[in-house]
């Protein structure tokens, strides 16, 4: 967008030019400037829920959310001011007033908005003394989710992932008033391709990983970009380890590649890693046994075995299945062996995913978005 089509505004006494239509709390972000959000997502959209966003607005009567504000000419915006501040400690005031201190045990703690919020802005003490509610504690959301419901501060970020990014509704807010609460209908498992999400994005420990839960802090993870190697997408993706085992997956946002999101095969399938059955070392066949051997010992055997097949059977008697997990790389080079070489033409792929076709299609790739045609082959969208 041109900078003719930009707005000037003043936040905190520094000048900001953005496009028309930005939100106050993304015009913020440029130039620094952190507005403390618990509903509000990049991804998401404006929703207003929490209210900790506020701000102050000069000629505005009352503060307002800088995630449902929009930039106007000449705006001047007071993030720090002593109404801000108030209003800030006393929205955290009343959104821990039944929420659990679990943060020596909770799997949030050390990345936890919620916890974060409260050391910066928060009033440091509380005025109430009477006894929190109870809610269900560690209850299966599904069989790789579980839902700790006390944790909960109804920010509905998930449910809002779960109409809008998902498209399926799976997740929705049950009951009114004091008894609402995130859920599924008929208390359904929450079972979605992309379901996995909604632990990255929850601002609270209350939505967590039950393959991960109780498995490590946060800040003893050894944490490593990596990209998935289930598919052809390759979304990025932040590999979590400790003392070299594999603990959690995050998403690592690449809006070209995947738009922030993965799916559950990327999030959850990995359990062949640390298998007991998992052959970690080469081997050959020596007199009928098994025996472990270096590279060359397991090239060469390998090499005279598919010779001998050839001078007897033929080549048309090889036949090669490609990995999924294999790279570009790799199966070109089986393809230059097998076909050029060994001169076979039995080359075939198994692919990974349960589906006939990649399911991408909830990943919204810039180019696609902007395409006039979009042609598919060999897929079933």
């Excluded at 944790?151 to 509704?169: K, V």
């Excluded at 010779?307 to 790799?330: A, L, R, Y």
Aim: proline share 5%; with cysteine; charged share 25%.
């Amino acid at each position: 967008m041109s900078e003719e089509n930009n707005i000037n505004i003043t936040i905190n006494d520094q000048s900001v030019s953005v496009p028309k239509g930005t939100l106050v709390v993304e015009a913020a972000k440029q130039i620094g400037i952190e507005i403390p959000v618990f509903c509000y997502h990049e991804k998401l959209g404006p929703f207003g829920c929490c209210r900790m966003c506020l701000v102050e607005v000069e000629k505005m009567p009352k503060l307002t959310t800088a995630c449902t504000q929009t930039v106007m000419p000449d705006m001047v915006v007071k993030t720090e001011s002593p109404k801000v501040v108030k209003a800030q400690q006393g929205v955290l005031e009343f959104t821990l007033l039944n929420h659990p201190l679990d943060c020596p045990v909770c799997d949030k703690g050390g990345e936890c908005p919620l916890q974060n919020n409260t050391f910066k802005y928060g009033p440091g003490d509380t005025r109430m003394e009477f006894e929190r509610a109870n809610r269900d504690k560690a209850t299966p959301l599904s069989p790789v989710i579980t839902i700790d419901r006390e944790r909960c501060i109804a920010c509905q970020r998930c449910t809002r992932y779960s109409d809008i990014i998902e498209q399926e509704s799976a997740l929705v807010m049950l009951n009114r008033g004091f008894n609402n609460e995130v859920g599924t209908f008929n208390n359904e498992p929450y079972a979605t391709k992309y379901s996995g999400n909604v632990i990255d994005i929850c601002p609270v420990g209350a939505l967590t990983n039950t393959q991960f839960r109780f498995k490590a802090r946060t800040w003893d993870l050894d944490n490593a970009a990596t990209l998935c190697a289930h598919c052809g997408c390759n979304c990025n993706m932040t590999l979590g380890s400790r003392t070299n085992k594999f603990m959690r997956i995050e998403t690592r946002p690449n809006d070209l590649v995947d738009d922030g999101w993965v799916c559950d095969k990327a999030r959850f399938g990995y359990g062949f890693i640390e298998s007991d059955n998992r052959i970690v070392e080469a081997a050959i066949l020596v007199d009928g046994e098994q025996k472990v051997a270096n590279t060359l010992e397991t090239a060469t055997q390998t090499a005279e075995s598919l010779k001998k097949i050839v001078d007897e059977h033929g080549p048309e008697s090889i036949g090669f299945i490609g990995s999924p997990f294999g790279t570009n790389e790799e199966l070109y080079l089986y393809h230059k062996l097998f076909r050029f070489t060994l001169g076979t033409n039995n080359l075939d792929h198994k692919n990974y995913l349960d589906t006939p076709g990649l399911p991408v299609d909830h990943y919204d790739f810039l180019n696609i978005e902007t395409s006039n045609l979009v042609l598919l082959i060999g897929s079933d969208p």
